[in-house]
């Protein structure tokens, strides 16, 4: 049960044994605890854009990195890049501007509008995230099947065989099944991180909704 339905509760059974909290009271312990979470969501983004900024200096000389430089795709491989740190960026800044619009709301309606806004941008972060995601390893699994000498070399070795549909069939599946796996991984991530503050939001606008007694 949640605390402000526990205080009702204990409120309405015990008649006045319990000190009585005014609407304002309520909306400002709501208030408070919904501004907390839309601050941890902003400092969360933030988190995870120099998480992939570091990652991206770290891994810059890897084996793997060096195959996708060796392609010389810079031109198309340098955007991606420059698109996911944009992503992040634009809703780090929806973030921070629904944080300070909760800050100083003095009105219950224009909290759970707020609340809101915030899932709602959160909901299109995860969606943008997911989605670039995969576009970014299409394009690389693309990338590595039309210039990557090793590949190019086993569609050549395939043809000669006259079986190259399966080697076709079999890099499709792969790639789909890793994109599978990878976009899994980011889904559980994010739904486990943000989707444990939203839930939190939720429950704020529910009680909100309550103020009625």
Do not use: C
């Not at 609407?23 to 998480?51: C, D, G, N, P, T």
């Amino acid at each position: 049960m949640e605390p402000l339905d526990k205080l009702k509760n204990d409120w309405k059974k015990n008649g006045g044994n319990y000190p009585k909290f005014s609407e304002q009271e309520i909306y400002a312990m709501l208030h408070k605890r919904s501004s907390s979470i839309v601050k941890w969501i902003l400092v969360i983004s933030m988190l995870e854009f120099v998480f992939w900024l570091v990652l991206s200096f770290v891994l810059r000389d890897s084996s793997q990195m060096q195959k996708v430089s060796n392609l010389h795709v810079s031109y198309i491989t340098l955007p991606l890049e420059i698109a996911n740190y944009v992503i992040i960026l634009f809703f780090v800044t929806i973030f921070y501007r629904n944080y300070k619009k909760i800050k100083v709301t003095d009105n219950a309606r224009k909290l759970m509008q707020n609340i809101l806004r915030t899932k709602k941008a959160v909901t299109h972060y995860i969606f943008a995230i997911i989605t670039y995601n995969f576009i970014g390893m299409m394009v690389v699994f693309i990338l590595f099947f039309m210039y990557d000498p090793e590949l190019i070399k086993m569609v050549h070795e395939f043809e000669e065989k006259g079986n190259v549909g399966w080697f076709y069939l079999l890099y499709i599946g792969l790639a789909l099944i890793a994109t599978a796996i990878i976009l899994l991984v980011y889904w559980f991530f994010y739904r486990l991180i943000y989707g444990l503050l939203l839930k939190r939001l939720k429950r704020n606008y529910d009680e909100l909704k309550k103020l009625d007694f």
